[in-house]
């Protein structure tokens, strides 16, 4: 059975940074190409912000670009998301997503879903 578990999320000023956890158990990264996406409650879901495809490609949206990195530890079968330069717009719930073996990270393709980590920007 895939689980996955987002950590990392908390409180942080404008302007700071915070560095996400992705843990995947059940499955390894050679095979899982793993997504980001956020949720503001009441809004709909949004992403991937960032995905890291199994073979190693990696793209992330124009709301994300220049600020957030995605980055991948095989070891620890743990995917990161780097976020500087955080905004009060982007609190939301963080998700972390597995998609098996493919070229990019669909919502509508998705396998397995974390529970989420919240982030907060805010003075």
């Known amino acids: 059975q895939v689980q996955i578990v987002e950590s990392g999320g908390g409180l942080v000023a404008p302007g700071g940074s915070l560095r996400l956890s992705c843990a995947v158990s059940g499955a390894t990264l050679v095979d899982y190409s793993i997504g980001w996406f956020r949720q503001v409650p009441g809004k709909e879901r949004e992403g991937p912000l960032c995905?890291?495809?199994?073979?190693?490609?990696?793209h992330c949206a124009n709301s994300a670009e220049g600020r957030f990195t995605i980055s991948r530890d095989n070891a620890k079968n743990t995917v990161y998301l780097q976020m500087d330069k955080l905004k009060p717009e982007d609190t939301a719930v963080y998700y972390c997503?597995?998609?098996?073996?493919?070229?990019?990270?669909?919502?509508?393709?998705?396998?397995?879903w974390g529970k989420g980590t919240l982030v907060t920007v805010s003075a």
């Open positions: 997503a597995a998609q098996w073996r493919s070229r990019a990270v669909l919502a509508t393709a998705v396998d397995y």
């Open positions: 995905f890291r495809s199994n073979e190693g490609h990696t």
